[in-house]
């Protein structure tokens, strides 16, 4: 298991919080002036995350950027260290069920994730070699010893074409019951145990770089 140095850890986890909880703020700005009924009718809007914010002095100054949908990458200046930040569109159709995904790479192993849900607020977090949490609380996935009791999470059957599509639906009829939309958040559900598969295709390094240490 890779395991991160304790004391790079500690600030990446500090600086980490620091941005989700400038996030906090925003959002509970926005929520003052408007209604949540009035915010699902309008165009999605990605939120700037600041790095002015006070750093660990560990942590060199980075560089931040985003686009909606795309990968972007926040990088380390004096090592291979990434964190790309990417923003799902679900909102645009007016599900609350979207979430923010933030990973950090070290030597191109990633070592910490985080899912935050702020509708719902919900943080999932990961850290390599650490128990996983929910809102500061242990978790971990349930135990599943055969696929057909499984629960099974996709985002949309329509991303599977071809041989993933055949693939697919031979899961999809062996599962206990199949169960569709959630995007990122069925990633929590997954690592939360209240759900066994989360089953996808096409994934971007974006999509799944914030998973593997939650999961």
């Known amino acids: 298991m890779h395991k991160l140095p304790a004391e790079t850890a500690a600030g990446t986890q500090t600086w980490v919080n620091g941005v989700l909880q400038q996030q906090e703020q925003q959002q509970q700005e926005q929520q003052r002036s408007s209604s949540w009924q009035h915010r699902?009718?309008?165009?999605?809007?990605?939120?700037?995350?600041?790095?002015?914010?006070?750093?660990?002095?560990?942590?060199p100054p980075i560089s931040a950027g985003h686009n909606l949908g795309?990968?972007?990458?926040?990088?380390?200046?004096?090592?291979?260290?990434?964190?790309?930040?990417?923003?799902?569109?679900?909102?645009?159709?007016?599900?609350?069920?979207?979430?923010?995904?933030?990973a950090l790479l070290h030597r191109g192993v990633p070592v910490l994730g985080?899912?935050?849900?702020p509708v719902t607020r919900e943080r999932w977090v990961g850290l390599a070699g650490q128990q996983s949490s929910l809102n500061g609380r242990p978790i971990s996935v349930r135990a599943c010893g055969h696929v057909k009791d499984a629960y099974m999470y996709t985002t949309t059957p329509h991303m599977f074409a071809g041989d993933t599509e055949q693939a697919f639906h031979r899961v999809r009829d062996a599962v206990r019951i199949p169960l569709y939309g959630c995007d990122c958040y069925a990633y929590g559900l997954l690592?939360?145990?209240?759900?066994?598969?989360?089953?996808?295709?096409?994934?971007?390094?974006?999509d799944y770089m914030a998973l593997v240490p939650i999961i």
Not at 40 to 59: F, G, I
Not at 114 to 117: F, G, K, L, Y
Request: with cysteine; glycine share 4%; net charge positive.
């Open 70 to 102: 795309q990968s972007a990458a926040l990088t380390h200046a004096c090592s291979d260290t990434h964190v790309p930040v990417p923003w799902r569109a679900t909102p645009a159709a007016g599900k609350p069920l979207f979430g923010t995904l933030i």
């Open 114 to 117: 985080v899912i935050d849900q």
């Open 191 to 206: 690592a939360a145990g209240h759900c066994d598969l989360v089953v996808e295709a096409d994934l971007k390094p974006y």
């Open 40 to 59: 699902r009718q309008q165009p999605v809007r990605t939120h700037v995350v600041s790095t002015r914010r006070t750093r660990p002095t560990s942590l």
